[in-house]
């Protein structure tokens, strides 16, 4: 870890940011399996603390019931990858019985942040700033995938490239394939909101129609 530590400021400090990307690239690859476990005992924690206060003689039946709900949140949380509060719980898992497979409960998980209960009834909240924000994602993801081909695509076309120089330029490929995927991730949500929002019109106008 020191060497590591050592070898990152180093490069750090004679200003080669690529090879700096390179390590940290490179480490976060060989670590992930132990972030991973980290994370996942840090639920488990979470889930016996609950569980124990559930079970407290000391702890008031009011008390309780809110550990109870934060349970079943850690537990939804779990299985599906999310959370949601009781009554937005509860509408989603209508929809996508009702939608009888038509549609995927990773529409639910993506869209999360656009999902409102309005009367009583689930709806889908998409504004003109996440419009704004899809266009924008999607344009500056297509920009790093072209640089993403550029750089994998560039050392074939350099005669006296070093081997240096190759690892750098593919380490800045794999940066810019990263980026790409990250801004890729962020227009996801406006797509899965706007399936939802049509099977929610579209059993709408089913249940009209009966």
């Known amino acids: 870890m020191e ?34 476990n980290f994370l996942d005992d840090r639920k488990k924690v979470k889930l016996a603390n609950i569980k124990d206060a559930i079970a407290n003689e000391n702890i008031d039946d009011k008390t309780k019931e809110f550990f109870k709900e934060e349970l079943l ?3 939804f949380r779990l299985v599906k990858g999310f959370s949601l509060e009781k009554n937005l719980r509860g509408a989603v898992l209508s929809l996508h019985e009702n939608a009888k497979g038509s549609l995927g409960f990773v529409h639910f998980k993506r869209a999360i942040e656009h999902l409102r209960m309005v009367d ?20 500056v993801s297509i920009f790093f995938a072209l640089c ?4 994998f695509l560039l050392p074939i076309f350099i005669d006296d490239i070093t081997l240096l ?34 099977e929610i019109q579209k059993q709408t106008q089913s249940s009209n129609a009966d």
Not at 120 to 139: D, M, P, Q, R, W
Not at 174 to 192: E, K, M, P, T, Y
């Open 3 to 36: 060497n590591f530590t050592n070898t990152l400021l180093t490069k750090m400090g004679e200003g080669d940011f690529v090879a700096v990307l390179a390590i940290l690239i490179v480490s976060l690859i060989f670590n992930l399996r132990t972030i991973l």
């Open 148 to 151: 993403t081909i550029t750089l």
């Open 73 to 75: 949140l850690e537990h």
């Open 120 to 139: 009583g009834e689930l709806s889908v909240n998409i504004t003109c700033l996440h419009k704004f924000a899809f266009v924008y994602n999607a344009a």
């Open 165 to 198: 120089g190759m690892i750098k330029h593919y380490a800045l490929a794999v940066g810019s394939f990263l980026l790409a995927a990250f801004f890729v991730f962020q227009i996801r949500s406006v797509i899965s909101a706007r399936y939802i929002q049509q």
